[in-house]
Antibody
Framework: QVQLQESGPGLVKPSQTLSLTCTVS??????????WSWIRQPAGKGLEWIGR???????NYNPSLKSRVTISVDTSKNQFSLKLSSVTAADTAVYYC??????????????WGQGTLVAVSS | DIQMTQSPSSLSASVGDRVTITCRAS??????LNWYQHKPGKAPKLLIY???TLQSGVPSKFNGSGSGTDFTLTISSLQPEDFATYYC????????FGGGTKVEIK
C-alpha cells in the first residue's frame, strides 16, 4: 500500500527557509484523484493544515501561512516538497505529509507519514 | 476559520469500557467531519470520514455520528490497542482539526 516518508533538516535557523520533502512509495503520485498535503503540530498544540498540491501543480494554502509557503511536486521522483520561509520559533513543530483523498466533495487524509520534527533555533 | 472543539481533552478508561468523544464545530459543517487515531511516534490513522463512514479496514467498534455542529466518536469495548489520541477534522472549508482527546488506561 502507499506509504509516505518525510525528510529534511531537523534544525533551521530563525529567518531562514524550512525545506522538507515527502517521498511516496508503493504507488505513483500521479495515480488517482488525490491531493498531497502538509500538516504540522507544534509541541503541546493541535494539528494545523499547511497546504496541498495536485499533480497538475495546482496548490491551495492555509491563509494563515500563505505568504510564506510554497508546495511543489516532482512526479519523476514521486515526491512533493514544502518550503516555509522566514521561520521563527513558532514554526517549531512535527511536520507530516499526507495523501488527501476526495470523493463527492468530502476530503480526508489517508495515509500519513510518521512525521519529522523541525526545530527553529539559532 | 471554523474552530473545532473536542471534549474531553483527556479521559481515563478501562479495557472493555465504552468511550464517547465529542467534537463541536463553531458553525455548521454538514457532515464534512473526519476522525483520526494517533499513537506516539506513529502516523495518524483515518478512522471515519463523512462523519459516519468507516474507513476500509477499521474495526466496527468505532462509530461516528452527528451532523451540523455536533459530532461524536464512540469506541465500544475499549482494547489495549485503542489507547491513543483521537482528533476530529472538518473539510467544509479551510481544513481545521480539533485539539485532540487522549484516551489513557485507568
Amino acid at each position: 500500500q502507499v506509504q509516505l516518508q518525510e525528510s529534511g533538516p531537523g534544525l533551521v535557523k530563525p529567518s531562514q527557509t524550512l525545506s522538507l520533502t515527502c517521498t511516496v512509495s508503493g504507488g505513483s503520485i500521479n495515480s488517482g484523484s488525490y491531493f498531497w498535503s502538509w500538516i504540522r503540530q507544534p509541541a503541546g498544540k493541535g494539528l494545523e493544515w499547511i497546504g496541498r498540491i495536485y499533480v497538475s501543480g495546482n496548490t491551495n494554502y492555509n491563509p494563515s501561512l500563505k505568504s510564506r509557503v510554497t508546495i511543489s511536486v516532482d512526479t519523476s521522483k514521486n515526491q512533493f516538497s514544502l518550503k516555509l520561509s522566514s521561520v521563527t520559533a513558532a514554526d517549531t513543530a512535527v511536520y507530516y505529509c499526507a495523501r488527501e483523498g476526495t470523493a463527492m466533495a468530502y476530503n480526508w487524509f489517508d495515509p500519513w507519514g510518521q512525521g519529522t520534527l523541525v526545530a527553529v533555533s539559532s | 476559520d471554523i474552530q473545532m472543539t473536542q471534549s474531553p481533552s483527556s479521559l481515563s478508561a478501562s479495557v472493555g469500557d465504552r468511550v464517547t468523544i465529542t467534537c463541536r464545530a463553531s458553525q455548521s459543517i454538514s457532515n464534512y467531519l473526519n476522525w483520526y487515531q494517533h499513537k506516539p511516534g506513529k502516523a495518524p490513522k483515518l478512522l471515519i470520514y463523512a462523519a459516519s463512514t468507516l474507513q476500509s479496514g477499521v474495526p466496527s467498534k468505532f462509530n461516528g455520528s452527528g451532523s451540523g455542529t455536533d459530532f461524536t466518536l464512540t469506541i465500544s469495548s475499549l482494547q489495549p490497542e485503542d489507547f491513543a489520541t483521537y482528533y476530529c477534522q472538518q473539510s467544509y472549508s479551510t481544513l481545521t482539526f480539533g485539539g485532540g482527546t487522549k484516551v489513557e488506561i485507568k
